[in-house]
C-alpha cells in the first residue's frame, strides 16, 4: 500500500482543461501541495479557488516540483509546456518525474523521454482513458510505461489519479502505442454509433426505444452507450471533441503506414470525423458524426431545449 502522501510533495499539473482539472483536484484532495498552470486565466481561477494554487506558465507551477503532471493536448504541446522558454524544466527539481499524459505516437513519446534524460528528469509515458467525470473522481485508467524509478516516484501521484493503473514495461512509447489501439477502437465505435443512431431516425424509428434496446443487446459498445445520450438530447456540449479524433485517428494512420500494416476501418473513421470538422463542427462534441449524417439524409435530429 503506497504511502500517504505529505504536504511537502510539491506536483505541478500543467493544463487544467477537463481532464487535467480533474487530475488535479484528485491530488489535491489526496494531501498534495498542487500547483496548476493553464494558458486561460478562467481555469487558473477555478482550480486555485477551492483546490490549490495556480500559476501562469508552467515554469512558475513546477518550482521546486517532484513531480509534473502534464496534460496538454499533444506531442507538440508537451514539449512546449516542458522544454519551452516558459516550460515546467526550467525550474522543477533534479529527477523530478514527468507524468506525460498527452496521446501521441511512440516515436513522441520516446524523443520526449530522451529530452528529459537529458536535463536530469525521469520521464513516465502515461496517456490516460476514462473522461473527465472519472478524472475528479480519480478513477481513471493510466496505461503507463518506463522505468521503475520513474514508477517509484510517480506512484503515490499515480494512485491519487486512477482505479486502474497498467505497468507496461519500461520503455517509453509502449504505453503511448497501448493508448493508440484504444483510441483506434474508441474512434470506429463512436462513428458506428452515430451511423447506426442516424440509420435509426432515416427508418423512422423512435431512437430513445433503439437506445435502449441496443444498450440491453450484443450490439451494444461504451462508446455507444455513452455517447447516444448525447444525440438523444440534441446537446454536444464538447466533453471530447471531433478536433481529438481527427488528431488520434490521423496518429494511427500514420503509424499504420510506417509499418505497412492495413486500418481500413480506422482510415473511413478518420474521415467521418474530418468531414464533421470541415463541416465546421470540429471543437463540437465528438458525437457530433451523427449530425454529420443527419444533414446528408436531411434528417432532424433531437434540440436541446433552451432551458437546458
Known amino acids: 500500500m503506497a504511502a500517504s502522501p505529505v504536504k511537502t510533495t510539491k506536483i505541478a499539473v500543467i493544463g487544467l482543461g477537463s481532464m487535467g482539472f480533474g487530475m488535479a483536484i484528485s491530488l489535491a484532495r489526496a494531501g498534495f501541495d498542487v500547483t496548476g ?11 486555485a479557488s477551492d483546490h490549490g ?3 501562469e506558465s508552467p515554469a512558475a507551477a513546477a518550482r521546486d516540483a517532484e513531480i509534473i503532471v502534464t496534460v496538454v493536448v499533444n506531442a507538440a504541446q508537451t514539449r512546449e509546456v516542458l522544454f519551452g522558454p516558459e516550460g515546467a524544466a526550467t525550474t522543477a527539481r533534479k529527477e523530478a518525474v514527468i507524468i506525460s499524459s498527452a496521446t501521441m505516437g511512440p516515436a513522441d513519446a520516446m524523443s520526449l523521454a530522451d529530452q528529459s534524460a537529458a536535463q536530469g528528469l525521469l520521464y ?10 472519472r478524472a475528479a473522481e480519480g478513477a481513471l485508467t493510466i496505461l503507463a510505461s518506463g522505468s521503475e524509478a520513474a514508477f517509484a516516484k510517480a506512484r503515490p501521484a ?19 502505442s497501448f493508448k493508440m489501439i484504444n483510441q483506434l477502437l474508441a474512434g470506429v465505435h463512436i462513428a458506428a454509433a452515430c451511423e447506426a443512431i442516424t440509420f435509426a431516425k432515416q427508418l423512422d424509428l423512435d431512437i430513445a426505444k433503439v437506445y435502449e434496446v441496443i444498450t440491453g443487446s450484443a450490439g451494444n459498445s461504451w462508446m455507444f ?3 447516444v445520450p448525447h444525440v438523444l438530447d440534441g446537446d ?5 471533441a471531433v ?14 503506414r510506417a509499418q505497412k500494416f ?8 478518420l474521415q467521418m470525423f474530418l468531414m464533421t470538422a470541415a463541416a465546421g463542427m470540429g471543437r463540437d462534441d465528438d458525437a457530433s458524426v451523427a449530425r454529420l449524417y443527419a444533414r446528408i439524409a436531411g434528417l432532424e435530429l433531437p434540440q436541446k431545449s433552451p432551458s437546458r
Do not use: V, W
Not at 454536444?236 to 471530447?240: D, K, L, Q
Not at 478536433?243 to 499504420?256: A, C, E, P, V
Open 53 to 55: 494554487k495556480a500559476a
Open 243 to 256: 478536433d481529438i479524433f481527427t488528431k488520434d485517428l490521423g496518429i494511427i494512420n500514420d503509424m499504420s
Open 37 to 47: 498552470a493553464d494558458r486561460q486565466a478562467a481555469l487558473r481561477d477555478r482550480f
Open 225 to 227: 452507450e455513452n455517447r
Open 124 to 133: 513516465l509515458d502515461a496517456p490516460i482513458s476514462g473522461g473527465a467525470q
Open 262 to 269: 492495413p486500418t481500413p476501418i480506422a482510415a473511413q473513421a
Open 158 to 176: 499515480l494512485d491519487a489519479m486512477a482505479a486502474k493503473l497498467y505497468q507496461l514495461g519500461d520503455e517509453p512509447g509502449t504505453g503511448a
Open 236 to 240: 454536444y456540449t464538447p466533453r471530447s
